[in-house]
């Protein structure tokens, strides 16, 4: 190295393009390379948060990947509608929620999964809407999963991007989820009337089907989720009336 | 008899290099563990140890993957140091730290999506850690690739043993369980301090006051 002087302008120019094309084209394969993996690992976890919210946890928990991956493809069919009611002839794989989130509510593409008993896919156990909104600092999101009947909620499941550990990120714990199971989505009149979270915590509200145990200290994520649920199953209403038997 | 002597200095020559764990290189790994600890003594890398801590899985993550970064940067700016430009070698360390970082970050992604969803943005400032960025300046510039290796090594295990500390004391307080697994009675209620940073913070000052005290260090 004694050949350069490494306090020159060129030699110190030189290294740093130098150093910035191999760092960079490093960095640039190993994105490549991992790419498909990461796309698998996003879409299993779509698929066991559909699964769950259908199923329970307690079902899927003990599941490997591949069964999963299994029960998935043979007992769920994806469709994609638009708020009013109407089947989209869209890939249900190339909607992305969180885009058309950003969409004004009467243009977005809606999934829906219908959840079959068996491979046969005669009865429907369950449909399951996703569903996306605000927190307290990020965004939440989730799955609704509703029983045949499109009243009762047979299960949720909600993931967040930046709520506050122990507070609001308990949206995520089994618990506080299972606390929608059994609620209604219509009130005794048949309205449309969606679960809420009440506030405080520690009370019990088994009696009504549409208030839950709230969560002390996390009220705007509470609220959050909420609304969240309130304006997605409001524009997935004209589905829910047109399929109910 | 020249030739003899001759041979005689060859063997002395070979003696003197060094063993690959010699007295000297044991204490490059041990010395950060106790006397010279990262955290307890330099009270370097403290942010992570008060974010990472809440449970003991993802703190061990963040341990191994600091392990990884500080170790391949140590040897890659060590195998470099006679060519990097002292002008900008803070440019080069953090480029190598960033890049490093990045592929860690990705790994994880691709092979631990659940931990790397929680510790994403811890991992990202990995870069950041003034573990990585002082043992860079301070010991693989002027030192050769294996040392500095070794000098990873140790630090990098004096920083994880510390938050693994705290992240035990954590979880098992704050929420009863230790690895996710309920280990305390449903009658014990976590304690809330516990899982927010402030709870690490005072397990770290503790920590710190009897490491400090046990072995007679002072502040200058």
Excluded at chain 1, 17 to 41: C, H, N, R, Y
Excluded at chain 1, 92 to 105: G, I, L, Q, T
Excluded at chain 2, 123 to 145: D, H, Q, S, W, Y
Aim: a neutral charge; aromatic letters at 8%.
């Amino acid at each position: 190295m004694s050949k350069f002087n490494k306090n020159s302008n060129n030699y110190i120019i030189t290294y740093a393009v130098i150093m910035t094309l191999v760092f960079g084209s490093v960095l640039a394969v190993v994105a490549m390379v991992l790419k498909p993996k990461q796309d698998m690992e996003v879409l299993l976890e779509k698929q066991n948060f559909i699964l769950k919210a259908a199923l329970g946890e307690e079902t899927i928990k003990s599941m490997s990947d591949e069964e999963v991956t299994r029960l998935y493809t043979e007992t769920v069919v994806a469709d994609v509608v638009k708020s009013s009611g109407d089947l989209v002839e869209t890939e249900e794989a190339s909607v992305n929620v969180f885009k058309e989130y950003k969409k004004p509510k009467d243009i977005r593409n809606l999934p829906v999964y219908k959840i079959y008993e068996t491979k046969e896919k005669k009865d429907v156990v369950s449909y399951v809407f996703p569903v996306y909104g605000k927190g307290l600092w990020d965004f939440i999101w989730g799955y609704v999963a509703i029983k045949s009947d499109l009243e009762t909620v047979s299960g949720v499941v909600f993931d967040h991007k930046g709520e506050t550990p122990g507070l609001g990120a308990r949206i995520t714990d089994a618990e506080v989820q299972s606390r929608f199971i059994g609620k209604k989505i219509v009130n005794a009149d048949g309205a449309m009337s969606v679960p809420y979270f009440e506030k405080g915590e520690g009370n019990d509200y088994s009696n009504n089907p549409q208030q839950v145990d709230g969560l002390s200290g996390a009220t705007i994520t509470a609220n959050g989720v909420s609304s969240m649920l309130e304006s997605y199953l409001l524009l997935y209403k004209p589905f829910i009336l047109s399929n109910k038997k | 008899m020249s030739t003899e002597t001759l041979e005689k200095e060859v063997n002395e020559v070979k003696k003197t290099s060094e063993p690959l764990l010699s007295k000297k290189r044991r204490t490059l790994l041990t010395n950060p563990l106790d006397e010279d600890n990262p955290i307890t003594i330099q009270v370097l890398g403290i942010c992570s140890a008060l974010a990472v801590t809440v449970a003991l899985k993802p703190t061990m993550v963040m341990a191994i993957a600091v392990t990884a970064v500080l170790v391949l940067a140590n040897v890659v700016i060590s195998a470099l140091r006679n060519t990097i430009p002292n002008r900008i070698r803070i440019i080069v360390q953090l480029v190598v730290v960033a890049s490093l970082v990045a592929i860690v970050d990705q790994v994880l992604k691709a092979y631990s999506y659940d931990v790397w969803k929680e510790l994403s943005v811890f991992i990202g400032l990995i870069i950041t850690n003034c573990i990585v960025m002082g043992r860079l300046e301070a010991f693989a510039l002027g030192n050769k690739p294996w040392d500095a290796m070794l000098d990873g090594l140790g630090n990098s295990f004096g920083y994880a043993w510390i938050i693994l500390a705290i992240a035990f004391f954590r979880e098992l307080t704050g929420s009863g369980k230790l690895f996710g697994i309920k280990v305390l009675p449903d009658e014990y209620i976590g304690n809330g301090v516990m899982m927010s940073p402030a709870g690490a913070c005072i397990l770290l000052g503790v920590l710190i006051w009897i490491i400090r005290s046990r072995n007679g260090y002072v502040e200058d």
